[in-house]
Every structure is written in structure tokens, then in C-alpha cells.
């Protein structure tokens, strides 16, 4: 990342990043460490971890991009899900309403 | 209706199926008076009295059973098909058994109701294809910016924009959707569509289909909610459309829009899309750049 990237000023819709509960998560019942939706995601939302029983996480969880899920696509055991994309963009839409 | 058709039914007097299949036919007829019927019998025998018709159109075939006459009327002759139905078929899948009697009960009438609205549905859909076809290619006033080697366009009217990069061109209560020339650039040669199916309901921000470049496989954020009313079947054999021309020959959906007034709400006009980019861009190379 660069030096003038800041998580704590990145927007989507006009809603600071941070307020939006939009990433990845890992089912590591499922989960085989295949490690596809890493390879494919361009935005380092995924980590890998040697040595670890979990050896994969999702460490950069703000990177995600919204509404974005094609990383689970990529995932043979179906093993990660997303938020519903229904009360997402309501909770946008409400924050949006009430900092207007 | 643009699209000349005409209706061959099973005769219709042997299985309570096959009663089906005729009284189908006359429902076409009543819901669209410009549709030709065609006598099975008739066309047997004196088969000179349909040659124009036939020429001109393309043909709904309806069979009542495994015999399927109609077909065989027309297997025999180079003919444009529209569709063919199956009247056993069409039972299954509607989940409605028309009894075996040759007078049609409730549950008959109700078959050959429902399959009638299907292909009448099914014709429009085909129609709205042809339609889309100049739609897409109205020219437009851009905004533009030339970054290293990548140009970037984004028009100034008529099109709004999620922050996914897709587009959405409003006209009366339908709209054309597609991607962004910033997104067509950023994931390069593009060499496959998934194309999403007609009648499919979508809320905002549903993935709509998805496509496929040298890069990587991304799907399409659709920017509106609505139903699916034809697609960009071209883009099957021309991906690069995608590319090429994002916001006119490449669009990707065409949708009859269900709540666009409330979907504008959390859309960019031109030029806040044009501002939106630019940032990503600059922010984009900045991270580039710091890399090397």
C-alpha cells in the first residue's frame, strides 16, 4: 500500500469504510486451504499463515470491495460467505440519510 | 408485434393433449390478432394455400403427442422455427394434468392459458432484442482523461454509475446496463460472458452475470433493480465489444427498472463518476508507483 493510502478515510457511497460490515467469511469446517480466493483477490483481503492450524485469514477485512464476491466463487468446498447484500445497502442508505 | 409469426397446432381431436395444444393456439391468436394460424389438415392436403405465409414467418409449433404431427408437417420443409411445444411436456412442467377428456375441463383451459402467456412472454423478450440494437448505438458527449498509456471515458449524459464500475442508461421504465471503460480497461481483454437469463428478478447491486479476461473473473454489480428483459446475446461471439465500445455495443443487460427512483439515490451521475475514477486512478498509480 502506499504511504498516502488511509483505511481510516476510505468511503464507499459516501459511507466511511469502516461502517460497512462487507468482507469475506472463512468456514474453516469446509475450507481446504486450496488457497484460490487469495490467489485470485487483487485488493490482499486474505493472509496466509505458515504454521498455523487456520492457515489462511481474512486479515485486511476493509479492503473488500463492496458488493464484491467473486473470490467465493473461485472456492470449490463453498466454503466462504458474505453478508446480504439486502441489509447492506440499507444500512448505507441510513447512514447516508442520517449524515446528510 | 415486429416479427412475423404464424401457429401450427396438433388438429386437436384425438387426445384431450391435443385439445390442449389447439386451444393454445387460438389463445395466441386472440392475444395477438396479427399471428397466422395454420390448419394442420389443410396444409396436408393443399399445402400451396400457406407458401407466402410460411416464407415470411417464423413458426410456433405445437404437438400434442409423441405422434407430433405438426412437427412432422414441417420437419419436411426448410422452415424459420420460433418455437417448438411440447403440449405432455408443458403439463409437467406447469404441474397441471388436463384429465383425458375431449372437452376440456378447468385445469386444460388453465394449461393452455399459461403456456399461451409463456411463448406470447417469450416473443416480446425476442422482440425487445431487435429493439436494443439501435438503442445502443446513440452517440454521446464524454468526459476524458488520458492516464500513461490508458485513456478513460465516461459520458457526460444519460448514464449513471455504481461504485462497482457498471453503468446504467435509463429510458422511460427500461434501461440498458454495462461496464465502465475504467472497468473494461482495468481487467483487459475480455474473452468470455456469462449472460444472466431473461425474466430474472434482480434487486441493486445483484451480480447480474459476470465476465471473464486474460486477468481475471469479475462479475457485473447491476446498478438498478428490475427484470431482466433481453440480453446482449452478440457479446457471445464478440467479448471484445466489451472492450471496444463499453457503453454502447458492449451493454450487457437490458432491464424493465422496478424502483429506479429510489435506486438513483445511491448512483453518480457523469460527472461525480468522472470525479470517482479519476481519484482511483491517481490513487491506483500512487500505489504503482511506490511499489516500483
Redesign the interface.
Known sequence: MSESYDPEKETFMGVPRKKIPWWPTIDYVKCNFCMECDKFCPHDVYARIEGEEKKLIVKNQYNCVVFCRTCAKTCAPDALSFPNKREITKLIKKFRSENK | MDKKLCVLPCNGIDKSLGVVARTVALKLIEKEPEMNLICPVLLNTSDERYETILKESNIVIIDGCMTRCATKLVDERNQKIFKRIFIPAMSKQFKIKPGTNLELNENGQKLAEKISIEIIKELKASEYDEISIEKKLEEFDFYEITVDKYYFQVPKDGYFF???DCWVKPNGNTALIGISDYLQNRVSDIMFVELPKVGTEI?????VG?FESVK????L?SPCSGRIISVNKDLKEHPEWMNQDPYRKGWFAELELKNFDEDW??LMDGSGYFKYMKETIT?EK??M??KN
Open positions: 455504481n461504485e462497482n434487486e441493486q447491486f445483484d451480480d459476470s481475471t473473473v469479475l462479475d454489480i439515490e445511491l490513487k500512487e500505489e508507483d511506490f
